[in-house]
């Protein structure tokens, strides 16, 4: 069974920084690219940034370029999300996704990030 368990979010002041992780349970994260997406109150889920399968391609929103780092760690089937400059306008719950070629698309529960003065 596939699972994939968030954590890191929190409350942060403007120009702060977070980093995200999620773990990923089951045996898909060395074929599945990864990706976090987030949604904000009143607006649709939307695209943060994504990363290939092996980790050598990686894609942004244009609002968190320069900003933001994705990453992977295949040993500890681990993604994660460095969030530096932290606006209020990043506020949202983010969530981590998994999409396996054959299997199809897993979700985690999401993690809640703040930013606030």
């Known amino acids: 069974q596939v699972q994939l368990v968030e954590s890191g979010g929190g409350l942060v002041q403007p120009g702060g920084s977070l980093r995200l992780s999620c773990v990923v349970y089951g045996s898909i994260f060395s074929i599945a690219a990864m990706g976090w997406y987030r949604q904000a109150p009143g607006k649709e889920r939307e695209l943060v940034a994504t990363i290939t399968n092996i980790g050598d391609i990686t894609n942004y929103a244009d609002s968190v370029k320069g900003r933001f780092t994705i990453s992977r760690d295949s040993a500890k089937n681990t993604l994660s999300l460095q969030m530096n400059s932290l606006k209020p306008e990043d506020t949202a719950v983010y969530y981590c996704?998994?999409?396996?070629?054959?299997?199809?698309?897993?979700w985690g529960q999401g993690t809640q990030v703040t930013v606030s003065s």
């Open positions: 996704r998994a999409h396996h070629p054959l299997v199809g698309i897993y």
